[in-house]
């Protein structure tokens, strides 16, 4: 059980380039988060999904774009990087349903510098 | 607007000196306050879910207490390898989204 992996740990984006940032849940979570960490800042929730094929915007979601085809998969693409999408990003997870709901667990986070 | 505040921004303790971090919170309908623990370039850890005022939780040597305005992470005799940055987050209720805090950052020296 490995819980939320995350791909890649680290990268260096040029300006105006384009990356998919990879996050996979194995705990059958229908609820996946993306946020974004900076220094000094708390945690900004970017996207989020309530399920396959279902996605919402945080608080901070221009310059992003997420989708969910499968309940395990909930990548992040950034289509034009910028500057001040130098971050440090964490993917979440947590179960819903029932009236119950879960603590969000987090995988270890991408690092993403834009030069 | 919900929000949360940490303090102080670091601490440094010695070995063994007990201490407190504060979590000032505003939200409208609570429901839980997370506490988590962040080590330097990994996630955060989960640690405590409090879900209503004076309701109290422990592990090892922290333990986690909740007002209707304030929640406090108690470290009693602290060891070296309790240095990490603790964060707050709050919940309002039917929401799924966190607020978080700034974190503190406990430094634990030998």
């Known amino acids: 059980n490995a819980g939320v992996t995350q791909t890649p740990k680290f990268r260096i984006l040029k300006i105006g380039q384009s990356m998919t940032l990879q996050c996979t849940q194995d705990m059958n979570h229908n609820y996946m988060y993306w946020y974004r960490q900076d220094p000094g800042m708390g945690l900004k929730l970017i996207y989020y999904?309530?399920?396959?094929?279902?996605?919402d915007k945080g608080e901070v979601p221009n310059g992003y774009n997420v989708s969910r085809s499968t309940t395990e998969d909930f990548p992040l693409r950034l289509e034009l990087a910028a500057p001040s999408q130098t971050s440090v990003y964490f993917c979440?997870?947590?179960?819903?349903?029932?009236?119950?709901?879960?603590?969000?667990?987090f995988g270890p986070g991408t690092r993403l510098l834009v030069l | 607007e919900d929000q949360v505040t940490q303090s102080p921004e670091a601490l440094r303790l010695q070995e063994g000196e007990s201490s407190s971090l504060n979590c000032s919170y505003t939200v409208s309908g609570l429901r839980g306050l997370f506490w988590y623990r962040q080590d330097p370039g990994k996630g955060p850890e989960f640690l405590f879910t409090l879900y209503s005022a004076g309701e109290e939780k422990e592990k090892e040597r922290l333990k986690a207490t909740l007002t209707k305005k304030e929640s406090f992470l108690h470290i009693t005799a602290p060891k070296p390898e309790d240095s990490a940055t603790y964060l707050c987050?709050?919940?309002?209720?039917?929401?799924?989204?966190?607020?978080f805090g700034t974190g503190t950052r406990l430094l634990v020296s030998p």
């Open positions: 999904s309530v399920g396959a094929g279902i996605t």
């Open positions: 987050a709050v919940q309002r209720a039917g929401f799924q989204k966190l607020v």
């Open positions: 979440a997870s947590s179960y819903s349903g029932g009236g119950y709901q879960e603590t969000q667990y």
